[in-house]
């Protein structure tokens, strides 16, 4: 490019203190030593808040693709909008990138920096000032010292020709302001934005070729679009073609709702002679809400938050299942082949991936939770709830601290065999399926309104009174559960469900009924795992002490 006088000395004017040059960016940051076909990638996020399922979403996405290529995925902090940054949520970020097992490689938050930063934008401002006042001299950007009420009066006079709003063409005032006098202004303080000074046209369109959707016709850019705010800090617009040209991103993936700002990201990587990295629009997480879709909202939906799946004890495993079954159609066929495979040994594919946007369907989640939790060996599935309580659930933390092997005795109950409970939704609902094992809830907790109200009062006491007395806790189910018809039917317990049917009158109840009164008696619940399983964890001492509690309560 040949500069301009006039524009050099402009650009001398806006950025006098700059002396770094394109050429120094290239040499500081060179093309990466990977392999041809290796894949850089990132996530670009804004310390604005929570980290959105969504945006977790993404950074998979970007991690599985470098990572399958043998490339590199990184993290840069978005950070130039200092009115809508929350302190301490750059790294919250992090924490639960790393927690959902997506740290980066390199950039923010990594083990390792990297050789490509700074990764937070606000320490960037040499660099984007650089490559601006290149522009400037090149004539492709300029100083704009439009103020509020001038770009109000603008946008009323667009609305009053029923013409698009927005800086451009006849409407962009500063686009060719006198170089001489935009240089006085500039020495006589007046504040200024710099803007790109688009080539582009209204009615004309270029074809652009997306990862996920194909060649797609868009518009061309025509908006002088801000580069530099007032304050020296890059719009988004500026500092993505800035940062992924010199970190050397080879595909950029991002929500869709950044594809109509393409043709403008592409402009300015043609203004600068440089090649753009590829680009895949994701689609939006969609959820269905009396029958209409939306994007799965920060403020409406908790699970947009991926704190809730921290919050509540998901299994990592089963959030970063589900999205998977929701990046690639053919990912649930693939598990279905290779049930114990890692998720690593699954190519992902742009092409495999939806247009129209998913719906998020939290019952997947659950049941894909459930699945996961209960392949889970006793020992790990203990690790893993001490792990999510420790942060989360103090109560959990306690029932563990008190016995672990007792714990890990409990949860075990129809565990480690061919179809294991599958009842565990999470590690948070454990507490609740498993408190009364321990007498202190189991106490606090029975009621003895539970028992079935067709059975009589007086058949219930006389059934606890022969267990209380004469029941054996023997080794094997089979044995122990004859031993249990044996001392019930006398007490007018027909043997099966079926003879009670055939004759009802001459029964109290059927043997389903008395392990029933058992049950309650034994846990205060109607319904819970294997009765026989729990008894061998609760222990004959036990089951006599609590057999007797329910007695009393019963003469009370």
């Not at 009621?447 to 006491?461: M, R």
């Amino acid at each position: 490019m040949k500069y301009h006088p006039d524009f050099i000395r402009l650009a001398e004017a806006m950025f006098s203190n700059i002396t770094l040059t394109i050429e120094d960016l290239e040499a500081r940051y060179p093309n990466r030593n990977l392999d041809e076909h290796a894949e850089v990638t990132r996530f670009a996020p804004s310390p604005t808040g929570f980290l959105h399922t969504g945006s977790l979403f993404a950074s998979l996405i970007a991690k599985k693709i470098a990572h399958q290529s043998g490339g590199v995925f990184f993290v840069r902090l978005e950070d130039t909008d200092s009115k809508r940054e929350i302190v301490g949520s750059d790294m919250a970020l992090i924490e639960q990138m790393k927690a959902f097992n997506v740290a980066p490689d390199e950039g923010f938050g990594a083990d390792t920096e990297g050789n490509y930063g700074p990764y937070r934008q606000s320490q960037r401002a040499e660099i984007y000032h650089a490559v601006a006042k290149t522009l400037v001299a090149q004539g492709d950007a300029y100083p704009c010292f439009a103020t509020a009420a001038e770009l109000d009066e603008m946008r009323r006079i667009q609305e009053a020709r029923n013409v698009v709003t927005g800086y451009y063409g006849p409407y962009a005032k500063y686009r060719d302001y006198p170089v001489d006098k935009a240089i006085a202004d500039i020495e006589a303080g007046r504040p200024f934005v710099v803007r790109f000074k688009s080539q582009g046209r209204a009615e004309r369109y270029i074809n652009i070729v997306d990862e996920i959707r194909g060649q797609k016709p868009l518009t061309e850019n025509y908006w002088d679009e801000v580069m530099l705010k007032s304050d020296g800090l890059p719009t988004y617009h500026f500092a993505h073609v800035v940062d992924d040209h010199f970190m050397r991103t080879t595909v950029v993936t991002r929500g869709e709702e950044w594809l109509p700002s393409l043709p403008k990201h592409l402009e300015m990587f043609a203004r600068l002679g440089w090649t753009p990295p590829r680009f895949a629009h994701l689609p939006v997480i969609n959820k269905l809400d009396e029958g209409k879709r939306r994007k799965l909202s920060k403020r409406k939906d908790s699970e947009a938050a991926v704190s809730f799946f921290l919050e509540h004890g998901y299994p990592v495993a089963a959030v970063i299942e589900y999205l998977m079954t929701i990046a690639n159609s053919n990912f649930e066929e693939w598990r279905m082949a290779n049930k114990t495979a890692s998720i690593d040994e699954f190519s992902l594919s742009f092409s495999k991936m939806s247009v129209d946007g998913a719906l998020f369907d939290m019952q997947k989640i659950i049941s894909i939770s459930k699945e996961i939790i209960a392949e889970q060996k006793a020992v790990d599935l203990v690790k893993e709830i001490k792990h999510y309580a420790k942060r989360y659930h103090a109560g959990l933390t306690d029932l563990i601290n008190r016995d672990e092997m007792y714990f890990q005795k409990i949860v075990n109950i129809e565990r480690e065999k061919e179809n294991p409970r599958k009842d565990f939704l999470n590690y948070e609902s454990v507490f609740g399926l498993v408190k009364y094992f321990y007498r202190d809830y189991y106490e606090t907790s029975f009621d003895v309104a539970t028992f079935n109200p067709s059975i009589p009062l007086k058949s219930i006491k006389d059934l606890l009174g022969v267990l209380n007395q004469r029941m054996e806790l023997l080794e094997d189910e089979a044995s122990w559960f004859a031993h249990f018809k044996q001392l019930v039917e006398p007490l007018g317990f027909a043997p099966s469900n079926k003879i009670f049917k055939q004759n009802s009158g001459s029964f109290v109840g059927h043997i389903g009924d008395a392990a029933e009164i058992l049950r309650i008696a034994l846990t205060g619940l109607k319904q819970t795992p294997n009765l026989f399983q729990m008894m061998q964890v609760l222990g004959i001492d036990e089951i006599h002490w609590r057999v007797m509690f329910v007695i009393e309560k019963l003469h009370q």
